[in-house]
């Protein structure tokens, strides 16, 4: 039999003081740790920007992560909330305009270029969908990418390479 885990022993001498002994106790199954696809295709993405902005004549400090998602205890929650976190802002933003050319005598740019990152059957939740909205509406290009692969191409895209 394999030892007890430190954080199964406490339930197990709850167990025995309630039952007299360790017989019935049931050991905490081992977790499999989640595949958190959508985490793999933006840090893969964020890799290759970091080592590919600068042949694309960029600077790589102009990806930025928006870490708002996750699981997080009620007193960090509040904090990031109060420090102007927004659900349903995109995971990243490329922080680099981009001319679009002249719409009746207006120039028209992107101010910028928002990523959201999607697992490969992900979809967008109503709070992602207003605040693309709002982002759309405001100038700013907002592309939705469910992989590694849709993001470079959207991003060498938008960059015109």
Request: one cysteine or more; proline letters at 5%.
């Amino acid at each position: 039999m394999k030892p007890y885990t430190d954080k199964e022993l406490p339930r197990l001498d709850t167990y025995i003081r309630n039952h007299g002994s360790a017989q019935g106790f049931v050991r905490d199954k081992p977790r499999k740790k989640p595949d958190n696809e959508e985490s793999r295709h933006q840090k893969a993405f964020v890799k290759w920007w970091r080592m590919n902005a600068r042949s694309l004549n960029q600077d790589p400090r102009a990806l930025m992560s928006i870490p708002n998602g996750g699981v997080r205890d009620k007193v960090t929650a509040s904090i990031l909330k109060d420090e102007g976190a927004v659900r349903g802002a995109p995971d990243l933003f490329l922080a680099i305009p981009q001319y679009r050319g002249v719409v009746r005598k207006d120039e028209v740019w992107d101010h910028g270029m928002f990523i959201e990152m999607k697992a490969a059957h992900g979809v967008t939740s109503i709070d992602q969908v207003a605040v693309h909205g709002m982002m759309k509406k405001n100038g700013y290009l907002v592309v939705i990418c469910h992989s590694f692969e849709e993001a470079k191409a959207a991003v060498t895209e938008y960059l015109g390479e």
